[in-house]
């Protein structure tokens, strides 16, 4: 039972340019959102999180949009560095983010290619 | 000097064996997991300790027992071991209960059951 779902396992993108990873969700329970960003031979590291009280989060060249009513939610990365190559994390919970337990998707790889 | 570390990276075994994971952190966090990432990729939590207490246990089969002599320290024990168990391992701490967006991940053990 696929909670989480990032339908795309792989993206490649030109350095500059913008990333758009994609993430949806069908527990309507979740209320907090999560990104994690994985390198190769090592663990997740946090990037970055929305509540559900909000449908955009901004740290820098990373932006995360929500949008409950289709229980959707993007990680956009502007402008793409090479540096971004890694494979990244959707993950939810439910109790505003006192709950856990996260609940994670299979990943998207994302390749910026110079 | 890696805040959570987990031994050994990679752990090669037949099947019926019993092997153990160790995890370490040196954070001074309260809270430690175990998760694990699947051939499907997926990250699913498998245990939770808060200060050497056992507060998440996710329907894993009683060969899996994790033992935490302190809150520094979860190591997993496997029991009778089976293909299915092949998997990657990560050990993770986060400095309270709920605090998902500050959980900090080993570098993970790779297991494979021959």
């Known amino acids: 039972d696929q909670q989480v779902k990032q339908n795309s396992p792989s993206l490649s993108v030109q350095e500059g340019r913008i990333s758009i990873l994609n993430c949806d969700y069908t527990?309507?329970?979740?209320?907090?959102f999560l990104w994690y960003k994985k390198y190769p031979a090592e663990g997740p590291t946090f990037l970055i999180s929305?509540?559900?009280?909000?449908d955009k989060n901004e740290d820098g060249r990373f932006t995360v949009f929500l949008n409950k009513s289709a229980k959707h939610l993007s990680l956009h990365i502007v402008p793409s560095q090479p540096g971004d190559s890694a494979v990244y994390f959707c993950?939810?919970?439910?109790?505003?983010?006192?709950?856990?337990?996260?609940?994670f998707g299979k990943g998207t790889l994302l390749t910026v290619n110079p | 000097d890696t805040a959570v570390s987990q031994t050994p990276k990679y752990l090669v075994t037949q099947m019926g064996n019993d092997k153990s994971i160790k995890c370490e952190q040196n954070?001074?966090?309260?809270?430690m997991y175990w998760y694990k990432q699947d051939s499907k990729k997926f990250l699913k939590i498998m245990f939770s300790?808060?200060?050497?207490?056992?507060?998440i246990n996710e329907t894993v089969p009683n060969r899996f027992s994790p033992k935490s002599p302190d809150k520094a320290h979860l190591n997993l024990h496997i029991n009778s071991l089976e293909l299915g168990d092949s998997a990657v391992y990560f050990c993770?701490?986060?400095?309270?209960?709920?605090?998902?967006?500050?959980?900090?991940f080993g570098s993970g053990t790779q297991l494979s059951v021959l």
């Open positions: 527990n309507s329970m979740f209320d907090y």
């Open positions: 993950a939810a919970n439910m109790g505003g983010g006192s709950n856990y337990k996260l609940t």
């Open positions: 993770a701490s986060s400095p309270y209960q709920g605090a998902n967006e500050k959980l900090f």
């Open positions: 300790y808060n200060n050497k207490e056992l507060i």
């Open positions: 929305i509540s559900s009280i909000k």
């Open positions: 954070l001074g966090h309260d809270t």
